[in-house]
């Protein structure tokens, strides 16, 4: 009985942390263009909530238009560190509730915004 309950009290433990397990790493593309980006770590990853009529926060990622806006203030040209939309996957807060995007995922967005964030090659 007492090896039951402590079984239970580690799932009990393990369930209620917030640890998420990183995908495993897909071989890319590696072009830095938006529509590599986008079919590669946009479209699977984040479409979810940020595209559509009514994106999530008012982000909607397959419209690079609104993606490069500097009122949305998500990518400074040049710059991934101090890019929001790059320091929010890094850090693991993007994408919410799901499972972190591979370090290659995330070094793609950083090349991309490092590289100019271009749309086309």
């Keep these: 009985m007492r090896f039951l309950s402590c079984i239970l009290t580690f799932s009990l433990l393990i369930s209620s942390c917030n640890y998420r397990e990183e995908k495993t790493p897909k071989?890319?593309?590696?072009?830095?263009?938006f529509l590599s980006v986008t079919k590669q770590v946009f479209k699977p990853n984040c479409y979810g909530c940020h595209s559509?009529?009514?994106?999530a926060a008012g982000i909607d990622l397959s419209n690079y238009s609104n993606l490069i806006n500097p009122e949305v203030g998500l990518?400074?040209?040049?710059?991934p560190l101090n890019s929001t939309l790059?320091?929010?996957?890094?850090?693991g807060r993007m994408p919410p509730g799901g499972p972190r995007l591979s370090d290659t995922e995330i070094k793609m967005i950083y090349d991309w915004i490092k590289q100019g964030a271009n749309e086309k090659f």
Excluded: A, E
């Design 27 to 33: 071989v890319f593309n590696m072009g830095s263009s």
């Design 52 to 55: 559509g009529v009514n994106p």
């Design 75 to 79: 990518i400074t040209f040049g710059d």
């Design 86 to 91: 790059y320091l929010n996957v890094q850090s």
